[in-house]
């Protein structure tokens, strides 16, 4: 479920390790991709991208593609116990309970569980695939409150078995000057196109009754506890990411390489990593050998990842990936410059003119009072709203900023 650039360039790719199972991909929104992968019989070209050049593979583990909105057959794939594992790619945004009768990934989960409930109540395993601290935890609580009928919500308790995962693999929005690579390496003019760098990872932790693919084959690794992947990946990798995105839009830059290459920012996200890693239970040589590879990723020509795509959803990003830190920090006393220069820029980036949030309706007149600090953050996160210290410094980075 979310049939975009992510899932393709990874879960995908992942699953065309082992030919015995394929997908059945549903996009969330968008007709005209399941229709370009069915004219293609499902096949698509990831361009994989580096410093040494770019290459072209063909992935085939799409069986089938269609719209969300065809629910008929929505339904009957979800139902069909020959379907093991539904994984989800929605965006962060997409794990929230629904408004009564609202169209949402959500609704459209439940959906399809309660099918399969009442045709053959074959036990599945979820599998959500986006940046979400815990996102396992986070997709059954949603459920334990959307599944009210108790005979289907015990069985969804028991039966529907629900993985946690950490994923990563830079996956910037196609261009079209990707799809013209792909023709010049190809000669296939391939509009289901995904870039994405040589970098990938996926740790797994769950149960899967019905059997998976065996991914490991494309190295992912089935783990007992994912809490220090996910913590090294949000604090590390993704909190760089959103402190690069706001902090480089209000600098004037477009992509995290420009961003990262400004000597202010890297300063900057140096001293985030020195921050977050006191935190992180690795040893100091795998932080250093993380940072140094996140460097190259952060830098590596041809991978144009838009700030602007990063920026997006920030009331969803900042509290797993920034404000776990700097609660650990204000708990010993300390302001890191970092997070406050980062949340100042993401109130500049509100006061903006295009702001995506799906929050923004709620936020950026909040961002435009008189004390935004405190009204913004108090939104997102309570306790931060009575913090006098933090609040005062970054509405004073923030007038600097504006
Ligand atoms: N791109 C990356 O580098 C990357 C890496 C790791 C994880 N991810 C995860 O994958 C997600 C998708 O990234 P992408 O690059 O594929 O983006 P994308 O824009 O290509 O695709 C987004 C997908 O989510 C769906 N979607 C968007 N808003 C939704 C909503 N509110 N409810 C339900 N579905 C919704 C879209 O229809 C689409 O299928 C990210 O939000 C992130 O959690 C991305
Ligand atoms: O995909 P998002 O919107 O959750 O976040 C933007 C980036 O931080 C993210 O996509 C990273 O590139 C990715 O998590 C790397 O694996």
Redesign the pocket.
């Known amino acids: 479920m979310g049939l975009g650039a992510?899932h393709r360039a990874?879960q995908a790719w992942y699953t065309a390790a082992d030919p015995a199972w394929g997908i059945a991909a549903y996009t969330f929104r968008n007709t005209e991709l399941p229709q370009l992968l069915t004219r293609q019989g499902g096949l698509f070209s990831l361009l994989v991208r580096d410093e040494t050049g770019d290459r072209v593979e063909t992935v085939g583990s799409i069986a089938r593609a269609h719209p969300g909105a065809d629910t008929r057959q929505w339904l009957a794939d979800v139902a069909s116990p020959e379907v093991a594992l539904i994984t989800l790619t929605v965006?962060?945004a997409g794990y929230t309970v629904p408004e009564p009768g609202a169209d949402s990934a959500v609704s459209r989960l439940v959906a399809g569980l309660l099918e399969r409930f009442h045709a053959n109540a074959a036990p599945i395993t979820l599998v959500p695939c986006?940046?979400l601290a815990d996102n396992g935890e986070v997709l059954r609580a949603v459920l334990r409150k959307v599944c009210q009928q108790p005979a289907f919500a015990e069985w969804v308790e028991h039966e529907v078995a629900i993985a946690g995962t950490v994923?990563?693999?830079?996956?910037?929005a196609t261009t079209e000057r990707d799809v013209r690579t792909v023709q010049d390496l190809t000669g296939r003019w391939d509009l289901t196109t995904v870039v994405t760098e040589p970098f990938t990872?996926w740790q797994i932790a769950g149960t899967f009754p019905r059997g998976r693919p065996e991914w490991e084959r494309a190295g992912a690794q089935v783990v007992e506890d994912i809490g220090t992947y996910q913590q090294r990946?949000l604090w590390i990798?993704?909190a760089a990411?959103?402190l690069l995105?706001y902090t480089g839009l209000a600098r004037g830059h477009t992509t995290?390489a420009e961003a990262a290459d400004d000597p202010v920012l890297g300063e900057l996200t140096e001293s985030w990593w020195d921050t977050a890693a006191a935190y992180l239970p690795v040893s100091p040589a795998e932080i250093t050998d993380y940072r140094r590879r996140l460097r190259d990723r952060f830098a590596a020509p041809g991978i144009r990842?838009l700030l602007s795509?990063?920026a997006?959803?920030g009331s969803?990003?900042i509290p797993v990936?920034i404000l776990p830190v700097l609660h650990r920090e204000r708990a010993r006393g300390r302001l890191p410059h970092s997070a406050v220069a980062g949340l100042a820029a993401w109130l500049a980036y509100l006061r903006g003119s295009e702001v995506r949030d799906t929050r923004a309706a709620e936020l950026t007149p909040l961002a435009h009072t008189a004390n935004p600090a405190q009204r913004v953050l108090a939104t997102i996160d309570p306790a931060l709203g009575d913090d006098r210290e933090l609040l005062t410094a970054i509405d004073a980075e923030l007038r600097v900023l504006t």
Not at 167 to 172: A, L, S
């Open positions: 992510f990874h965006t962060e986006d940046n994923v990563d693999r830079i996956t910037p990872e990946k990798l993704n990411h959103s995105a995290v990842h795509q990063i997006a959803d969803h990003k990936r």
